[in-house]
């Protein structure tokens, strides 16, 4: 049982953050860069909202009010985890 469990977690990395090409807001990225803000770093200084719209997915920054990226899922809805994986510290 608990051999078979730890199977299973192996195959659950996707859960651990795998981004390799981060999505950013030009402007948020552009302010960044020329100074203009106190944050260390675009996750610091971003503010997005990302959801589910009729179309797909979309991400918005709430600082410029602009679309960063709506991806359209074509009428079909894909596969999507929502579960949480914590790396226990023993
Ligand atoms: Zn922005």
Redesign the pocket.
Known sequence: MSSKLEQDISKLDYLFNQIKEPI??????D?LTQGLTDAKSIQD????DVGFTDRGLQIW????Q?N?CHINFEGKMPEADFRCLEKKNK
């Open positions: 950013v807001c030009v402007k948020c990225s302010e200084y971003s503010r997005i920054c709430q600082r410029h602009l960063i």
